[in-house]
């Protein structure tokens, strides 16, 4: 074991080394030993960085996240900015938020393919703690996005827009966290390169005009009941 590098290189093998092996195993699946053991450094100096798995976990992907929040909103910002106070597209509202995203599984020094399958598997079976925590490291973004698609899609109710923000999220975090569980399920060999550059590329090309589909798709039409049928009635005069 080697813990006499800078301080700095061995918080950033810790997390590295955690990334790799959160996505590969899960959280629960992931050992302290595990973590120490891939990183180099003995267990105090992970206590010493980051006190828990907890808080390691958290950290993780606060570092990540720091910067995919930074150019979501950077991104929004030029869209209003060029827009002169005119609704958006809906297609570059999706673009800078989930385009974002995928951009980073194309870059290994924001993560590449590794955070993004460590948060899609995050995301579709998260512990109480972190789903707390994406709550909060989202919730400024989220609802810029959401005010966005508001005035872009004046025509589509609010509940609607985020029941389909929402179904959109699920896709996005379903689709980046892999292909494994979906062959499972289906029963399909899917040619998917999972690792490197081209990854991102091929998820962005198959997963982008879905998104956009759903988003446009005609508005769900729901049985009328008895209650809402007499209150749409015109009142007889007496």
């Known amino acids: ?3 006499h590098k800078p301080l700095s290189d061995t918080r950033e093998r810790i997390l590295d080394a955690a990334e790799r092996l959160f996505m590969e195993s899960g959280y629960e699946g992931t050992s302290m030993r595990m973590i120490t053991g891939e990183a180099e450094v003995n267990l105090a100096a992970v206590n010493y960085h980051f006190g828990s798995k907890e808080a390691l976990l958290r950290e993780v992907f606060r570092r990540r996240l720091a ?14 900015l060029n827009a002169a106070g005119e609704p958006l597209k809906p297609s570059a509202i999706l673009e800078a938020f989930f385009g974002t995203l995928l951009h980073m599984g194309s870059d290994e020094s924001l993560g590449g393919m590794t955070f993004l399958r460590l948060l899609g598997r995050t995301l579709t079976e998260p512990a109480d ?3 707390t925590f994406f709550a909060g490291e ?21 509940e609607e827009i985020i029941w389909r923000f929402h179904l959109m999220l699920g896709a996005m975090s379903y ?4 292909t494994d569980a979906l062959q499972v399920v289906t029963g399909c060999e899917l040619d998917l ?12 090309a198959r997963v982008m005009p879905f998104l956009l589909g759903g988003l446009r798709a005609p508005l769900p039409q729901f049985p009328v009941s008895q209650e809402q049928q007499s209150q749409s009635e015109p009142t007889k005069a007496a």
């Open 175 to 178: 689709a980046i966290a892999g």
């Open 67 to 80: 910067w995919l929040n930074r150019e979501r909103l950077r991104e929004l910002d030029d869209l209003e």
């Open 138 to 158: 989202y919730a400024e973004v989220i609802e810029r996005y959401k005010r966005a698609l508001f005035r872009a899609l004046p025509e589509v109710p609010h």
């Open 129 to 131: 703690f972190i789903r």
């Open 193 to 204: 390169d999972n690792e490197g550059p081209n990854a991102a590329k091929q998820l962005a």
């Open 1 to 3: 074991m080697n813990d």
